[in-house]
């Protein structure tokens, strides 16, 4: 088993390298696994640097702290963090705090020590509130460029939802982001960031390198493992986000209710991911809670009610058994059927509340 805050071992390292050493050190793989067996003997693996500069930038004061110092506050503001982002919602769902707070997802994301709450939060602030603070959900959307694989789908959703404000103050948050990296390490960090990436990429998504399809609930990564090629492993992955992003896409563009719209988008961005780990399911705390505050518009379709209510007990415990699947790879990536059902569940939900509008009488004249 992993020991606690593995992947914060990795960042605390980089904190360290770009303080003593300089940024672009952190993208040379045997000084960055030397300091890392220095810092952290008693743990053999060592990690990847893969994150821009805008990530590696913020990060920066992580080894001013003792790691174990580091780490409980990494702790404290995880759980901090993550009641921000689900509290709106845990309302409107009326879910009890205690069955918030114990979601597998946030406690496997502190065990792995990722930045997947981060990541859940901006986004989740982002979408909810791009109607109200527009501003505000732009700057979040903006912020998103420290793991900019989630920021893309965004200005889809804001345009098809023609929330301009939001995209535009996102495009200047953004960009103001990467152009203050340039004025602290110049273009050849994020040079070396885009080679990294590329590299990582090449040798071990595409290919499977350190086993890490095992710990990927992606379409994309269960193709590989059962031996379809890299065009045809691409093609499946394809085949369940194309539609995805689409069933989101047209939520927002016509207007539908908020919560499904949230739902949708999150779910979307998820699957349109072919390299994605088992910590960043976190995110669905907030898909869940959506859905339960988007209560069936109508009685029928009861059996439908009922695998939906199934479904997302199922979800709510899919980060434990994601992770239980790293340690023992025959249980396999649950996820790779449980996420695009959710999915399917938000556009049968959606259609519901279509129904039910189309249903209502027009007020008299």
């Known amino acids: 088993m992993p020991p606690l805050g593995h ?22 793989r045997p000084t960055l696994s030397a300091l890392q ?32 110092w580091t780490y409980a506050v990494y702790v ?13 919602w845990r309302k409107r769902a009326g879910w009890p705090w205690l069955v918030v707070i114990a979601f597998p997802g946030l406690w496997i994301t502190v065990l792995a020590g990722q930045n997947a709450v981060v990541t859940l939060l901006l986004v ?56 203050l990296t340039l004025g602290w390490e110049g273009w050849a960090l994020w040079q070396a960031f885009l080679a990294s990436v590329s590299t990582f990429n090449a040798v071990v998504v595409q290919q499977g ?64 991911q072919p390299y994605l780990l088992y910590y960043e399911l976190v ?7 959506c859905l339960g505050a988007t209560k069936p518009a109508t009685a029928s379709g009861a059996t439908l009610a009922w695998l939906s209510d199934r479904l997302r007990a199922a979800i709510w415990l899919l980060p434990l058994q994601a992770y239980l699947a790293v340690l023992w790879t025959p249980m396999g990536q649950w996820g790779v059927v449980l996420v695009p059902a959710l999915m399917l569940v938000t556009a049968w939900r959606a259609r519901q509340v279509g129904k039910s509008a189309s249903r209502k009488p027009s007020p008299r004249a």
Do not use: N
């Not at 220095?38 to 920066?60: D, H, K, M, N, S």
């Not at 995110?283 to 809670?289: A, E, F, G, S, Y």
């Open 7 to 28: 992947d914060l071992r990795v960042y605390w390292t980089v904190s360290w390298i770009t303080t003593h050493l300089g940024a672009l050190t952190a993208f040379d």
């Open 37 to 68: 067996l220095q810092f952290f003997p008693a743990y053999t693996e060592v990690g990847y640097w893969l994150y821009p500069p805008t990530y590696q930038w913020a990060i920066q004061p992580l080894s001013a702290l003792p790691y174990r």
């Open 76 to 88: 404290a503001v995880c759980v901090a963090l993550f009641a921000v982002a689900v509290s709106p």
């Open 124 to 179: 989740t602030l982002a979408l909810t509130l791009s109607g109200t603070r527009p501003l505000f959900a732009g700057f979040c959307g903006g912020l998103l460029v420290i793991k900019p694989q989630f920021a893309v789908l965004l200005p889809l959703w804001w345009l098809c939802g023609r929330q301009w404000r939001a995209l535009m103050a996102m495009a200047v948050t953004g960009a103001v982001s990467c152009a």
């Open 209 to 272: 390198a350190g086993g890490i399809w095992h710990a990927m609930p992606t379409i994309f990564a269960a193709a590989r493992l059962h031996g379809a090629s890299l065009c045809a492993a691409y093609a499946l992955f394809g085949v369940v986000a194309v539609p995805s992003v689409l069933i989101a896409a047209w939520l927002w563009a016509k207007q539908g209710p908020l919560s499904l719209r949230v739902a949708a988008a999150m779910t979307a961005t998820l699957l349109s």
């Open 283 to 289: 995110w669905l705390i907030v898909p869940l809670l």
